[in-house]
T-cell receptor, first 111, second 118 residues
Framework: QKEVEQNSGPLSVPEGAIASLNCTYS??????FFWYRQYSGKSPELIMS????GDKEDGRFTAQLNKASQYVSLLIRDSQPSDSATYLC???????????FGKGTLLTVNP | GAVVSQHPSRVICKSGTSVKIECRSL??????MFWYRQFPKQSLMLMAT?????????EQGVEKDKFLINHASLTLSTLTVTSAHPEDSSFYIC??????????????FGSGTQLSVL
């Protein structure tokens, strides 16, 4: 059973702080890893993708991947109230883009 | 980025009726589209993979006769929920794969359809 596990939260951080979101996956054959942001009642929006071990930075967002530990994380620096949403971790084994999603972590950034 | 248009955004129907949801790629050709279902506070669950010009591939546990998928062109895929029942009430989301080279491949989501079956 391929699974993607996330802490459902809610994770609450003050405005300006760093939010840290974590995800573990069970399929060692996973090759592609994604973080999506989903506002309530809306479809997911791609935030970051990462394919290699290490860090990948894009603006206020940094994705970290550790394939040996089967762990991927997302850091959001200088968190803003507009970052309040559910963050979905998704993994893909091959190149067919059949993603397996976690249940998501609800992030609340307090003004 | 690429735009995927999904329609309708919300539908309320009576039990036993059929509902069609459309998913269009507006500025690119999508050879592959995916259909997901999401229940409240749950993850997106892949229902089926739709390939242009061929039969859809359904995930285990998804009834292909109940969820009819048609991908007749490179820009349009439809999901028809036949004889809908209250337990089919859910958020249905399509996504389209934009082919590229290696890590340039991307997946874009439609805006979703909230189906409520009375």
């Amino acid at each position: 059973q391929k699974e993607v596990e996330q802490n459902s939260g809610p994770l609450s951080v003050p405005e300006g702080a760093i939010a840290s979101l974590n995800c573990t996956y069970s399929d060692r054959g996973s090759q592609s890893f994604f973080w999506y942001r989903q506002y309530s009642g809306k479809s997911p929006e791609l935030i970051m993708s990462i394919y290699s071990n290490g860090d990948k930075e894009d603006g206020r967002f940094t994705a970290q991947l550790n394939k040996a530990s089967q762990y991927v994380s997302l850091l959001i620096r200088d968190s803003q109230p507009s970052d309040s949403a559910t963050y979905l971790c998704a993994v893909n084994r091959g190149s067919n883009y059949k993603l397996t999603f976690g249940k998501g972590t609800l992030l609340t950034v307090n003004p | 980025g690429a735009v995927v248009s999904q329609h309708p955004s919300r539908v309320i129907c009576k039990s036993g009726t059929s509902v069609k949801i459309e998913c269009r790629s507006l500025d690119f050709q999508a050879t592959t589209m995916f259909w997901y279902r999401q229940f409240p506070k749950q993850s997106l669950m892949l229902m089926a993979t739709s390939n242009e010009g061929s039969k859809a591939t359904y995930e285990q546990g998804v009834e292909k006769d109940k969820f009819l998928i048609n991908h007749a062109s490179l820009t349009l895929s439809t999901l028809t929920v036949t004889s809908a029942h209250p337990e089919d009430s859910s958020f249905y989301i399509c996504s389209a794969r934009v082919s590229g080279v290696g890590t340039n491949e991307k997946l874009f989501f439609g805006s979703g359809t909230q189906l409520s079956v009375l």
